[in-house]
């Protein structure tokens, strides 16, 4: 079992440009969380996908970060217009269908960094 | 605001000697308490969760935590810390208002143990 699977583990992007981090869950996980970690600072949760579908996206910002699970492939959370304060590691987490007794099972990250 | 406090940002110690982390969290209702273990490089692991039940949970590495309700406390411990013990550990709860998977993470404690 692969795990949870994210890439790129690093990412280099210019102010403005867009910025795009993919995440696929475990194998027979079907929800996935989106988490960012700014320096010396805890995890924040971001958002929470089943497929094709967005069930919480209450930390996300209100602008310029989308997030999606398509019926086929990857998550994916989509950066816009970055700005140097979206330089943070993002964590993508799955879990299985089943809530209650399950637990998250975390991705390695990704690095943004943005110049 | 309702958080997650994690009372030490660095903890240093050497082998073999007694660990103790603490967590404490602002939040009222039935709670689910985690903690997990980033290792250098890594991602973040499960060291442990507590849903209900027996109050004093059992976790992986020979980690414990203990869940006192009226402390709104969570405080992880390890009897005897090897070298390999080194690493981030964080505090997480799910609150009840929350959605599964939405986790408030504490700000994480850096263990570093010396030969």
């Known amino acids: 079992n692969a795990g949870v699977m994210q890439n790129p583990r690093h990412l280099v992007r210019r102010r403005g440009q867009e910025a795009r981090l993919r995440c696929s869950p475990m194998?027979?996980?079907?929800?996935v969380y989106w988490y960012r970690q700014l320096p010396e600072e805890g995890l924040k949760f971001m958002v929470y996908?089943?497929?094709?579908?967005?069930?919480?996206e209450s930390g996300m910002p209100k602008e310029r970060f989308s997030a999606e699970f398509p019926k086929e492939g990857p998550s994916i959370l989509r950066i816009q217009q970055v700005v140097r304060g979206d330089s943070a590691a993002y964590f993508c987490?799955?879990?299985?269908?089943?809530?209650?007794?399950?637990?998250?099972?975390f991705g390695a990250g990704s690095r943004l960094t943005v110049l | 605001a309702q958080s997650v406090s994690q009372h030490n940002h660095h903890v240093i110690l050497s082998e073999a000697a007694s660990l103790e982390l603490g967590c404490n969290y602002s939040?009222?209702?039935?709670?689910?308490l985690f903690w997990y273990v980033q290792y250098p490089g890594q991602h973040l692991q499960l060291l442990l969760k507590?849903?209900?039940?027996?109050?004093l949970v059992k976790g992986i590495k020979g980690f414990e935590a203990e869940f006192i309700k009226s402390k709104f406390s969570f405080n992880l411990r390890k009897p005897s810390v090897q070298w390999s013990d080194t690493a981030e550990y964080f505090c997480?709860?799910?609150?009840?208002?929350?959605?599964?998977?939405?986790?408030?993470f504490g700000a994480g404690t850096q263990v570093v143990v010396t030969p």
């Open positions: 987490a799955s879990s299985p269908q089943t809530a209650g007794a399950n637990v998250l099972t």
């Open positions: 939040y009222g209702g039935t709670v689910n």
């Open positions: 996908l089943q497929k094709e579908n967005i069930i919480d």
């Open positions: 507590y849903f209900s039940g027996d109050p």
């Open positions: 997480a709860v799910n609150a009840p208002t929350d959605s599964w998977g939405k986790l408030q």
């Open positions: 194998k027979g996980h079907s929800h």
